[in-house]
């Protein structure tokens, strides 16, 4: 055992299916395509994995395109032998399943775990319309707090943050905006990858239709239908990656305070505030030594405010921190989602970014890369739930 | 103009819960408070989570609160209910003692965080929904 788990596991391998919108092709089909190419990223045969997980799995959720096929179905689809399998939602947001295969390698448990992340909710929303979107006659568990007042959409539960931190903090919408501009402007630098590549000005985005106060239809991720995957190897197999492994640092999965929508103590922030403290109190690297940022996006609100509780700036100065959009960009002071995020690469819930920081890391971005990448912060979840990675390039 | 309340997810029947759909019936809003540290707790659980004690029963609480924050949902999740204010309102009796609910009674854009407000009661789905309507200096 190492001085931290952390150290136990690289990411060996990491691949994306086709990304986009009304595919029509199964879930299953889509991860399958991710799968042999990550395996063959990593330099393994599938006779090598060993471990299958996935967030949240097929049993969580199937009727919006949200879960992904189930871990059985890809190890019946692929033949695999496996010595451990999970999927589950209840984790430190998406990337809890990384850190779930992670602990499996460290204890032992499989030396290589196929990690993936499937969404058909493009098609699942053209198929099933408004129903799709509204749910159920009853609301349960804490859904009963929010639904029954028209508290429909995640939009709804994350337009009152961004709505309190511009009166706490005077945060304006042309500084949440550069978000989506930036991130317009790097989606085109991965046309094979990103939904919308089009050019974005500042007026379209405040030209944009309203959706939820203070939050416009720029401010939202879009559904698509995409996997991606990677692989959780053992760090003895890093030597024998054909394209790099990429070391994790450390990983933020701490729940702290009352993680919910509305209770959360201080609205201007969220979950996110417990994962950033946990992951720098398990690494020596500090805010100014991260080289790039992919920062949840499900909407620009949440990058903002994984913005604040990593440190890169002051509770409550985001919005000076975005002002302009230079900070951000691929030349400033923390280059930001790089693929053009979810806002513009689609909402591959957090996996899309896990992947572009391994890419980035591996020097491998092309014309979007950042220079002498070395240390990248992948963040996922807003909300009542939140993660987080650091990732390192072998040296 | 089709009533939102019955077009959106009705609460469910958690026992737990129940008291609190049915506070309204008298006009009273109600959440549980801790009988021996007098904690104020929202959800419903049944015991009180700073001193875990189980004696814990509904309470009425004024009525009174302040807009903590909101959002003017415009976007048509379910066509002739919008735009609609969902806000989340903080109570005097304790800090971060907080509901998620509607606004109503005023123009949308009359809105603003900090503005006092008062509960009323709609009854649908048999619930009284608590909603709150900006409060007459």
Partial sequence: MSDKFEQDAVISGVARSAIGRRLGRSALDLTIDAAVAAIADAGLTREDIDGICTYPGGSADVTFGYAGPPPQEVQDALRLNLTWFQGSAELPGQLGAVVAAMMAVSTGLCRHVLVYRTVTESSAQGGGGRAAVLGSERAHSYGVWSAPFGGTSPVNWLAPVAMRHMHEFGTTREQLGQLAVTFRRHAALDPDGAVFTTPLTLDDYLAARMISTPLCLLDCDVPVDGSTALIVSTAAHAPNTPTGAVRIEAVGTAARGRLSWDQYENLTSMAAQGAAAHLWSRTDLRPADVDLAQLYDGFSILALVWLEALGFCGHGEGGAFLEGGANIALSGRLPLNTNGGQLSGGRLHGYGLIQEAVVQLRHAAGPRQVRDAEVALVSNGGGPIAGALLLTRDR | ?137
Wanted: aromatic fraction near 10%; hydrophobic fraction near 35%.
């Fill in chain 2, 1 to 137: 103009m089709r009533d939102p309340l019955l077009h959106r997810p009705a609460p469910s029947d958690d026992p737990s819960g129940r008291f609190f759909w049915q506070s309204g019936e008298d006009g009273v809003l109600r959440f549980l408070r801790c009988t021996d540290c007098g904690y104020w707790l929202h959800p419903p659980s049944s015991r009180c989570p700073r001193c875990l004690s189980a004696d814990v029963a509904p309470q009425p609480v004024s009525g009174q609160a302040t807009v903590h924050t909101f959002t003017v949902n415009v976007q048509s999740w379910t066509p002739g209910q919008e735009p609609y204010v969902y806000a989340v309102v903080e109570f005097p009796e304790q800090d971060g003692l907080r509901l998620s609910t509607n606004v109503i009674g005023c123009p949308v854009d009359e809105v603003h965080i900090g503005q006092a407000v008062r509960v009323t009661f709609i009854h649908r789905n048999d619930a009284y929904y608590p909603v709150f309507v900006p409060e007459v200096s």
